[in-house]
T-cell receptor, first 116, second 111 residues
């Protein structure tokens, strides 16, 4: 079974440029998460989708970040314009349902963003 | 106060020793607790979860939970160099739909 697939793995851009990350979750997983992980920190939730609905986007900086999950499958996270402080690893994760089960999130390999 | 707190380490232990990793959380209504392991440059992977007070053992790993003290720990027996990684404590909130991670503890097992 294929895991969570993310692209690109690495992205280097100049500040004020736009950037987009793509995620394809494990087949059948209804819940999709975007986390941001800064160096030396744990992952921080940006947005959570249940199917195509964003049910928790309270931590998403909406002035520059946007996300979509059309048709409840793959998802795109966009930053426009990027700032120096956005340099981080953007992790996509999926789970079969709510976290009442094992709480296991299946993470992708992440997209490492460097903003110069 | 951070929702989930961990000592950043690094925690250094010799091969074969017991490594003890600790975590405290602020939301008394938290329902479930998880330990994820993250190797350098890799994504986190689940190694243990615990819901009830007490101990839960899985191979060389034991998770301990004390809800009264809002404290979770992970013991790794017979530590191996391959256990060297960052260990992330994660807590599921009272509504069961939000996993909050600590900053992680770096573990180094010296051979």
């Amino acid at each position: 079974e294929a895991g969570v697939v993310q692209s690109p793995r690495y992205k280097i851009i100049e500040k004020k440029q736009p950037v987009a990350f793509w995620c394809n979750p494990i087949s059948g997983h209804n819940t999709l998460y975007w986390y941001r992980q800064n160096l030396g920190q744990g992952p921080e939730l940006l947005i959570r989708y249940e199917n195509e609905e964003a049910v928790d986007d309270s931590q998403l900086p909406k002035d520059r970040f946007s996300a979509e999950r059309l048709k409840g499958v793959d998802s795109t996270l966009k930053i426009q314009p990027a700032e120096l402080g956005d340099s981080a690893v953007y992790l996509c994760a999926s789970s079969p349902g709510t976290l009442y089960g094992t709480g296991e999130l299946f993470f992708g390999e992440g997209s490492r963003l460097t903003v110069l | 106060q951070k929702e989930v707190e961990q000592n950043s380490g690094p925690l250094s232990v010799p091969e074969g020793a017991i490594a003890s990793l600790n975590c405290t959380y602020s939301d008394r209504g938290s329902q479930s607790f998880f330990w994820y392991r993250q190797y350098s440059g890799k994504s986190p992977e689940l190694i243990m979860f615990i819901y009830s007070n007490g101990d839960k053992e899985d191979g060389r790993f034991t998770a301990q939970l004390n809800k009264a003290s809002q404290y979770v720990s992970l013991l790794i027996r017979d530590s191996q160099p391959s256990d060297s990684a960052t260990y992330l404590c994660a807590v599921n909130g009272p509504y069961g739909n939000k996993l909050v991670f600590g900053a992680g503890t770096i573990l180094r097992v010296k051979s």
